[in-house]
């Protein structure tokens, strides 16, 4: 099984492919798309665009997303949730099931520790998947996604939203 993480951002949406055999984990690929200017619709056709492009060059079977949360403000919140739509809708776009983990759960499934900070997570990133080497902390984040996603596919009860 192939699974693509995604690290929701409106500037930097990172991803990152890993390929799952058994309980095997390796790296495949990892990026991220960008989006620049002060259009907002622009901004997310360029995230659309490039995630497409993504999907359709590492073709995956399986896609997992990062939950936001809520912080004090509002309308970086509200924009946020707009970038993890286009992460969301991507994926199905192209029949992929999507699952959905809290930061807490992909920290607690990555490292053992769900308030594990990010140097913590790359590292056992690193551990999981040797020798890869991170695009960015975003494209490291959506590693971790992907992991996440993995352990949690092969445990009954997964949220996945088709």
Same mark, same amino acid.
């Given at each position: 099984?192939?699974?693509?993480?995604?690290?929701?951002?409106?500037?930097?949406?990172?991803?990152?492919?890993? /390929? %799952?055999?058994?309980?095997?984990?390796?790296?495949?690929?990892?990026?991220?798309? %960008?989006? /620049?200017?002060?259009?907002?619709?622009? +901004?997310?056709?360029?995230?659309?665009? #490039?995630?497409?492009?993504?999907?359709? +060059? $590492?073709? @995956?079977?399986?896609?997992?997303?990062?939950?936001? !949360?809520?912080?004090?403000?509002?309308? =970086? &919140?509200?924009?946020?949730?707009?970038?993890?739509?286009?992460?969301?809708? %991507?994926?199905? #776009?192209?029949?992929? @099931?999507?699952?959905? $983990?809290?930061?807490?759960?992909?920290?607690? &499934?990555?490292?053992?520790?769900?308030?594990?900070?990010? =140097? #913590?997570? #790359?590292?056992?990133?690193?551990?999981?998947?040797?020798?890869?080497? !991170? !695009?960015?902390?975003?494209?490291?984040?959506?590693?971790?996604?992907?992991?996440?996603?993995?352990?949690?596919?092969?445990? @009954?009860?997964? +949220?996945? +939203?088709?």
């Amino acid at each position: 099984m192939r699974v693509l993480g995604i690290d929701p951002g409106l500037r930097t949406l990172g991803w990152g492919v890993i /390929e %799952v055999d058994g309980s095997r984990l390796s790296h495949v690929a990892n990026g991220h798309c %960008v989006s /620049e200017g002060k259009d907002l619709a622009l +901004r997310l056709l360029a995230l659309h665009s #490039q995630l497409t492009d993504v999907v359709l +060059r $590492y073709c @995956p079977d399986a896609a997992a997303v990062e939950q936001t !949360f809520v912080n004090k403000d509002g309308a =970086g &919140t509200l924009k946020l949730g707009q970038a993890r739509g286009i992460a969301m809708l %991507v994926p199905a #776009q192209h029949g992929l @099931p999507v699952g959905e $983990y809290a930061p807490n759960s992909i920290k607690k &499934t990555v490292v053992g520790v769900g308030h594990a900070d990010k =140097g #913590q997570v #790359q590292h056992m990133v690193k551990m999981q998947l040797p020798g890869v080497v !991170f !695009f960015g902390p975003d494209a490291a984040d959506a590693l971790a996604i992907a992991i996440c996603h993995a352990h949690h596919a092969r445990a @009954p009860g997964l +949220r996945i +939203r088709t």
